[in-house]
């Protein structure tokens, strides 16, 4: 059974894991030598600032951030204590609750995205070339698309990566 991942796609996958935690350490580290909170923090500001009102569901921003629901909501408290969101019961569904961006949450953002761009650039962007992006791009959203149960989305996927990729650096 210990066997099965000992092909080349189990190496790739074993790899994967280990550039993102490793890249994700050194984007941590680097916002903390900047004074910064963490790159969850990030994470959430970013889901909610692109959300339609900036506000969203917390189960629907659960599903816009990288983190498990439980840490969210935990996350979810320390920003509110901060000032960076706001939570309001939903008027549909009492026992709902969203996450509203507040102006100071946005703001923070704004101060932590130049740290994270130039760890982007330095440690991604820099090492691969546009050919070796866009062909990551493809097959990365074939993946999330089949794991999400929408294959039929990977030849639109294919399609948006270079736009994406646009909107991504508009950050």
């Known amino acids: 059974m210990g066997k099965a991942l000992e092909t080349s796609k189990g190496s790739v996958w074993a790899l994967f894991l280990t550039v993102h935690a490793v890249l994700v350490e050194k984007i941590e580290m680097r916002l903390a030598v900047a004074g910064l909170p963490a790159f969850g923090w990030y994470d959430v500001l970013w889901g909610l600032e692109r959300a339609p009102d900036q506000r969203l569901r917390m189960?629907?921003?659960?599903?816009h951030v990288v983190l498990s629901r439980s840490n969210l909501?935990?996350?979810?408290?320390?920003?509110?204590?901060?000032g960076l969101?706001?939570?309001?019961?939903?008027?549909?569904?009492?026992?709902?609750?969203?996450?509203?961006?507040?102006?100071?949450?946005?703001?923070?953002?704004?101060?932590?995205?130049?740290?994270?761009?130039?760890?982007?650039?330095?440690?991604f962007e820099e090492r691969i070339s546009?050919?070796?992006?866009?062909m990551l791009g493809?097959?990365?959203h074939r993946v999330l698309a089949a794991a999400r149960g929408n294959p039929e989305a990977d030849e639109a996927s294919e399609g948006s990566v270079a736009?994406?990729?646009v909107s991504?650096?508009?950050r």
């Open 85 to 123: 969101l706001r939570r309001e019961r939903s008027q549909e569904d009492r026992r709902g609750a969203y996450a509203v961006l507040t102006a100071e949450g946005k703001a923070m953002r704004r101060r932590m995205w130049p740290v994270y761009q130039t760890a982007i650039r330095e440690l």
């Open 163 to 165: 736009a994406k990729r």
């Open 168 to 170: 991504a650096r508009k």
């Open 59 to 63: 189960s629907d921003l659960a599903d």
């Open 138 to 140: 493809a097959t990365l």
């Open 130 to 134: 546009d050919a070796e992006a866009a």
């Open 73 to 82: 909501t935990r996350l979810a408290d320390r920003l509110e204590d901060a």
